[in-house]
Protein backbone atom coordinates (compact mmCIF):
# COMPACT_ATOMS: atom_id res chain seq x y z
CA UNK A 1 0.00 0.00 0.00
CA UNK A 2 1.64 3.25 -0.96
CA UNK A 3 1.43 6.05 1.32
CA UNK A 4 1.46 9.86 0.32
CA UNK A 5 2.82 12.53 2.01
CA UNK A 6 1.53 15.93 0.64
CA UNK A 7 4.07 19.13 1.27
CA UNK A 8 4.56 22.80 -0.06
CA UNK A 9 1.37 24.66 1.04
CA UNK A 10 1.60 27.80 2.78
CA UNK A 11 -0.22 31.93 2.80
CA UNK A 12 0.72 33.61 -0.55
CA UNK A 13 -0.73 36.55 -1.99
CA UNK A 14 -2.19 37.11 -5.09
CA UNK A 15 -0.17 36.63 -8.15
CA UNK A 16 2.27 34.54 -6.48
CA UNK A 17 3.46 31.27 -6.57
CA UNK A 18 3.61 27.79 -4.70
CA UNK A 19 5.62 24.29 -5.38
CA UNK A 20 3.49 21.84 -4.08
CA UNK A 21 5.15 18.11 -3.60
CA UNK A 22 3.55 14.53 -3.04
CA UNK A 23 6.04 11.76 -2.12
CA UNK A 24 4.89 8.24 -1.94
CA UNK A 25 6.12 5.59 0.38
CA UNK A 26 5.88 2.13 1.09
CA UNK A 27 5.89 1.47 -2.93
CA UNK A 28 5.95 3.01 -6.50
CA UNK A 29 4.41 5.49 -8.28
CA UNK A 30 5.04 2.78 -10.88
CA UNK A 31 2.27 3.36 -13.75
CA UNK A 32 0.06 4.53 -11.56
CA UNK A 33 -2.24 7.84 -12.65
CA UNK A 34 -1.51 10.84 -10.17
CA UNK A 35 -3.65 13.37 -9.50
CA UNK A 36 -3.94 16.50 -7.33
CA UNK A 37 -7.12 17.27 -5.79
CA UNK A 38 -8.26 20.85 -4.14
CA UNK A 39 -11.56 20.94 -1.72
CA UNK A 40 -13.28 24.09 0.24
CA UNK A 41 -15.59 23.30 3.07
CA UNK A 42 -18.59 22.66 2.11
CA UNK A 43 -17.81 21.96 -1.16
CA UNK A 44 -16.96 18.54 -3.46
CA UNK A 45 -13.28 17.56 -3.86
CA UNK A 46 -12.43 19.15 -7.11
CA UNK A 47 -10.06 17.53 -9.93
CA UNK A 48 -6.68 19.97 -10.70
CA UNK A 49 -4.25 17.53 -12.51
CA UNK A 50 -3.48 14.49 -13.23
CA UNK A 51 -0.59 12.51 -14.75
CA UNK A 52 -0.72 9.35 -16.69
CA UNK A 53 1.15 7.68 -19.71
CA UNK A 54 3.08 10.63 -19.97
CA UNK A 55 0.18 12.55 -20.60
CA UNK A 56 -1.04 15.64 -18.21
CA UNK A 57 -4.33 16.80 -17.87
CA UNK A 58 -6.00 20.26 -16.50
CA UNK A 59 -8.62 21.65 -15.21
CA UNK A 60 -9.67 24.25 -17.09
CA UNK A 61 -9.51 27.24 -14.21
CA UNK A 62 -5.69 26.01 -13.50
CA UNK A 63 -4.68 25.68 -16.95
CA UNK A 64 -1.96 27.83 -18.33
CA UNK A 65 -1.12 28.38 -14.22
CA UNK A 66 -0.34 25.25 -12.69
CA UNK A 67 2.09 22.33 -14.04
CA UNK A 68 2.10 18.83 -12.42
CA UNK A 69 5.28 16.80 -12.84
CA UNK A 70 6.47 13.69 -11.63
CA UNK A 71 10.04 12.11 -10.96
CA UNK A 72 9.19 8.48 -11.04
CA UNK A 73 13.07 7.98 -9.70
CA UNK A 74 12.46 10.17 -6.50
CA UNK A 75 8.90 8.97 -6.02
CA UNK A 76 7.23 12.22 -5.83
CA UNK A 77 5.17 14.75 -7.94
CA UNK A 78 4.94 17.86 -7.45
CA UNK A 79 2.45 20.71 -8.44
CA UNK A 80 4.05 24.24 -9.50
CA UNK A 81 1.40 26.52 -9.04
CA UNK A 82 1.99 30.28 -10.36
CA UNK A 83 -0.34 33.22 -10.56
CA UNK A 84 -2.13 32.19 -7.92
CA UNK A 85 -5.93 33.91 -7.25
CA UNK A 86 -7.82 33.85 -3.75
CA UNK A 87 -10.26 31.22 -5.64
CA UNK A 88 -7.21 28.78 -5.74
CA UNK A 89 -7.52 29.15 -1.51
CA UNK A 90 -8.12 25.36 -0.32
CA UNK A 91 -6.55 22.03 1.11
CA UNK A 92 -5.08 20.71 -2.19
CA UNK A 93 -4.60 16.24 -2.11
CA UNK A 94 -2.54 13.82 -4.29
CA UNK A 95 -3.94 11.09 -5.00
CA UNK A 96 -2.84 7.76 -7.02
CA UNK A 97 -5.33 5.70 -9.22
CA UNK A 98 -4.70 2.00 -11.08
CA UNK A 99 -6.68 4.22 -13.83
CA UNK A 100 -6.45 6.78 -16.12
CA UNK A 101 -9.00 8.80 -14.38
CA UNK A 102 -9.71 12.56 -12.97
CA UNK A 103 -12.99 11.07 -11.25
CA UNK A 104 -11.70 11.58 -7.49
CA UNK A 105 -13.88 8.60 -7.12
CA UNK A 106 -11.65 6.80 -9.18
CA UNK A 107 -8.72 7.45 -6.93
CA UNK A 108 -7.82 4.76 -4.48
CA UNK A 109 -5.19 6.16 -2.63
CA UNK A 110 -4.74 9.33 -1.25
CA UNK A 111 -2.62 11.88 1.27
CA UNK A 112 -3.48 13.87 4.25
CA UNK A 113 -3.66 17.32 2.16
CA UNK A 114 -1.83 20.63 2.38
CA UNK A 115 -3.18 24.07 3.12
CA UNK A 116 -3.02 26.48 0.61
CA UNK A 117 -4.20 29.64 1.12
CA UNK A 118 -4.14 33.09 -1.66
CA UNK A 119 -4.83 36.44 0.04
CA UNK A 120 -5.90 39.24 -2.13
Known amino acids: QVNLVESGGGLVQAGGSLRLSCAASGGSLGTNTMGWFRQTPGKDREFVAA??????YYSDSVKGRFTLSRDNAKNTIYLQMNNLKPEDTAVYYC???????????????WGLGTQVYVSA
Open 95 to 109: AASREVETNPDKFET
Open 51 to 56: SSGGNT
